[in-house]
């Protein structure tokens, strides 16, 4: 069984495809798509614990992505990830409630770090919100 689910949203298929079967291999539950429209479809049939997720993508882009993730599914935590330095676009997705901010390449190992720590934050607000229920 998976410590937890990954929605992985990248344009660039090689990247996207290469990046979830090396989850895979880690035994992670991990779902790719190409678009910021087809996470936010996705997210409505599924719950992910973490989205991998491109900041530049045609359409909606990561940061407009984010956003919306964030009103739909406020625990999910959300890496952003791009190939193009953008101090602008991680200074925003932090402040729209981005988990971290990563630059490609990044490092499998680093971001299985990166991800297991979102976990841990999803987790104890989730251990909150459930204790916030019992009083």
């Not at 989205?51 to 952003?80: Q, S």
Request: aromatic share 6%.
């Amino acid at each position: 069984m998976s410590e937890f689910s990954v929605l992985v949203v990248d344009d660039e298929d090689d990247f996207r495809e290469t990046f979830v079967k090396r989850l895979k291999k880690r035994k992670i539950d991990v779902s790719g798509v190409a678009s910021g429209e087809k996470a936010l479809e996705l997210l409505d049939e599924k719950s992910f614990d973490i989205v991998i997720l491109d900041v530049k993508m045609p359409g909606i882009d990561g940061v407009d992505a984010l956003r919306e993730i964030k009103k739909k599914v406020p625990l999910t935590e959300v890496i952003m990830l791009t190939g193009h330095a953008s101090v602008e676009a991680g200074i925003e997705g932090m402040q729209l409630g981005a988990f971290d901010y990563v630059m490609k390449p990044a490092d499998i190992d680093d971001l299985m770090d990166k991800m297991r720590q979102a976990y841990e934050k999803k987790s104890i607000h989730e251990e909150k919100i459930r204790h916030a229920r019992v009083k």
